[in-house]
């Protein structure tokens, strides 16, 4: 129980200041800037601070921009 709420804590909070206005900054991250990124994610999931089913910040980053320029109908 105490692993799940810590995993859902990680989710809303850190993945969520990640996430931030994602879209007007990750085309500006170089190969290096996504590394650490991705290092990051990696040692949170070591240390059980989030789950290890966790998307990529790259997935996440890319689901958020098919969202928010979808086309209207």
Do not use: Q
């Amino acid at each position: 129980m105490f692993l799940y709420v810590l995993h859902r804590v990680y989710g809303s909070v850190i993945v969520g200041k990640l996430l931030y206005a994602v879209s007007a900054w990750w085309g500006l991250t170089s190969a290096a800037d996504r590394r650490r990124l991705k290092a990051l994610i990696k040692r949170r999931i070591r240390s059980e601070l989030c789950s290890p089913d966790i998307p990529t910040l790259t997935e996440m980053a890319e689901s958020i921009d098919d969202v928010l320029y979808r086309p209207t109908e």
